[in-house]
C-alpha cells in the first residue's frame, strides 16, 4: 500500500511543476503586439511600438478577410526603411510559391507566412540586432501591397 506513495508523490509534483513552469513558458505579454489585414489592403496600424527590454518580440497577423492567399495574401514582414523596396522586388521575383520573400536575405528581420482571409501567422523575433528608437519599416510584401500596407516599428 504504502509503496504506492512514492508514485504518487511524484505524479502530483510533476503536475506542479507543469503547472508552475506554465508563465514561465509564456510569451512575455508587453513584447506581443497584433495588427490586422483586410481585403481592402490594409493594416489596422502604421505604427507599432514594443519596450525596449523585450528580448523577443512576437507579432501576430491576423488577416480578416475572405478573399484567397493567391489574389489577397497578406504577411508582416519587418525590415530598415531603405530595404523593404529592394526586399519587395526579390519578393516579386520569388513569387507566390516563395510567400513573395525572398528566400535567404539579410535584409529581411524578421517576416511571417503569407496567408489568406481568415488566418493567422505568428513570427517571434529577437532584438539583439535593433536599435532602440530607431524606426524600422514593416509592410506586406504581396506585389503593390506595400503601397498602403506599411507602418513604422519602433522598440522605445
Ligand atoms: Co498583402
Not at 497584433?34 to 512576437?58: L, N, R, S
Not at 520569388?94 to 517576416?111: F, M, R, T
Not at 488566418?119 to 501591397?145: M, N, Q, W
Amino acid at each position: 500500500m504504502n509503496s504506492d506513495k512514492p508514485g504518487i508523490l511524484r505524479a502530483i509534483t510533476g503536475v506542479l511543476l507543469l503547472v508552475a513552469s506554465g508563465p514561465l513558458m509564456a510569451a512575455d505579454d508587453r513584447c506581443s503586439l497584433t495588427i490586422e489585414g483586410d481585403d481592402q489592403m490594409q493594416f489596422d496600424k502604421d505604427e507599432m511600438t514594443a519596450p525596449a527590454d523585450c528580448a523577443e518580440v512576437t507579432v501576430t497577423m491576423k488577416h480578416v478577410g475572405e478573399l484567397p492567399r493567391s489574389a489577397m495574401g497578406h504577411n508582416w514582414v519587418l525590415t530598415l526603411p531603405a530595404d523593404m523596396q529592394p526586399v519587395v522586388s526579390a519578393g516579386a521575383k520569388a513569387g507566390l510559391d516563395k510567400g513573395y520573400l525572398p528566400p535567404k536575405s539579410d535584409k529581411v528581420i524578421a517576416a511571417t507566412d503569407l496567408v489568406g482571409g481568415g488566418k493567422t501567422t505568428t513570427v517571434t523575433f529577437k532584438t539583439d540586432d535593433l536599435e532602440a528608437g530607431k524606426d524600422y519599416r514593416f509592410f506586406c510584401s504581396f506585389p503593390g501591397h506595400s503601397a498602403t500596407m506599411r507602418g513604422t516599428f519602433r522598440l522605445e
